[in-house]
């Protein structure tokens, strides 16, 4: 059974920063692009960063210079590092895996349930 499970989520203050683990189990995505999405409340999920099998990383405007994406393929799991982290970063992350680069949540195949993360003023 293919599983994405997301951690490292939690309250903290703006300025401050995080790092999100994806656990994947059940095959290899040695080979699949990985991405981070977020999901604020009352809005769509909306791409974050991604990763290629290769190591080349993708980040949505609103987070490059903040947030690193990263991979360590022989642990099947891919991380999300969250700097200088602002009151509108606050969502559910989740982790998803595809066959290559896309903002479009839908060309994902696999989801974690997600982690919450909270930044207050």
């Known amino acids: 059974q293919v599983q994405l499970v997301e951690s490292g989520g939690g309250s903290v203050q703006a300025g401050d920063s995080l790092r999100l683990s994806c656990a994947a189990s059940?095959?290899?995505?040695?080979?699949?692009?990985m991405g981070w999405f977020r999901r604020a409340p009352g809005k769509d999920r909306e791409f974050v960063a991604a990763?290629?099998?290769?190591?080349?990383?993708y980040y949505t405007n609103s987070v490059k210079g903040r947030f690193t994406i990263s991979r360590d393929n022989a642990k099947n799991t891919v991380y999300l590092q969250m700097n200088s982290l602002k009151p509108e970063d606050t969502a559910v992350y989740y982790c998803?895996?595809?066959?290559?680069?896309?903002?479009?949540?839908?060309?994902?195949?696999?989801w974690g349930q997600g982690t919450q993360v909270t930044v207050s003023a």
């Open positions: 998803g895996a595809s066959t290559n680069v896309y903002s479009d949540p839908r060309r994902y195949d696999y």
């Open positions: 059940g095959r290899t995505f040695s080979r699949d692009v």
């Open positions: 990763i290629t099998w290769s190591a080349n990383s």
